[in-house]
């Protein structure tokens, strides 16, 4: 099967890895994708990531934290076929398996992971709810889910700013605020739940990377992936620092352990 509309085709694969690191499709590369796990001990334990985009975390939660199954789930063929390439040059096949999979519910057993990992990519899922409630289902008694994700600050409509942010990425965002997400945590049953404003951060990295866009690499990023193309990631860039300054736009570390 292929996708018949990428919203992360090989072009934008290249671009964000650019930006980011090799295998990673979100800001902040391998040092914020460990933050989202800080405190937690993965040693020994089979994880899922949801979203594993093109497979740098997936390794990242096996190789260097020391999981000991790591199955990598997206639902875009392109972004797939890359996190295959990349954990199989690392000799991480048998660690880490990546499986191109349908929006919907987990297809995943009851009960068989110890911690549901999602970096930036559930911002995809409009229902929150089910979500959390699938995440709830899947974890072992004492398992944690640990995620981050592109927030708003408030329920209701997005602002025009915000608006235009999401029609200018043009990635099917379905943005939840921290209050509907502590929401659907606690009714799903969850406890121990936190949720930690990452915006302050990501304001200073997003005019950092939007600095690389337009300053004296912008050249060299124009021969690769054309000016055009550039010209849009500098536009978008600058609607969505318009947001962060704002507050409205509030990536978030979200954290919560099914009880014992």
Known sequence: MTDPDPLYDNQHIAFLEEIWGEGFLSPGGAEEA??????????????????????????????????AKVIGIDVEDEVCAAA???????????????????PGPLDVADQSLDLVYSKDSIIHIPDKESLCQDV????????????SDWLMSHDG??????????TAEDLDFA???????????????????????????????????????????????????????????????????????????CPHHLRAQRPV
């Open 84 to 102: 295959r390439k990349f954990v199989a040059r690392l000799g991480l096949s048998q660690r880490v398996e990546i499986r191109r999979v349908d």
């Open 136 to 147: 709830f289902r899947v974890l072992n008694p004492g398992g944690w889910f640990a995620a």
């Open 175 to 249: 943005m939840a605020s921290p209050d509907r997400y502590r929401r659907a945590l606690e009714a799903a049953g969850f406890i121990n739940i936190s949720l930690r404003n990452r915006n302050p951060w990501y304001r200073e990295v997003a005019q950092q990377e939007l600095d690389l866009l337009t300053g004296l690499e912008r050249p060299r990023l124009e021969a690769a992936h054309g000016q055009a193309f550039i010209a849009g990631q500098q536009s978008t860039w600058r609607a969505m620092i318009k947001v962060l300054n704002s507050g409205e736009h």
């Open 157 to 166: 409509p997005p602002s025009a700013d915000m608006q235009a942010y999401i």
């Open 34 to 67: 460990t933050r989202v796990v800080q405190g937690l001990d993965l040693k020994g334990l089979t994880a899922l990531d949801i979203g594993c985009g093109s497979g740098a975390i997936s390794v990242l939660l096996a190789r260097d934290l020391g999981a």
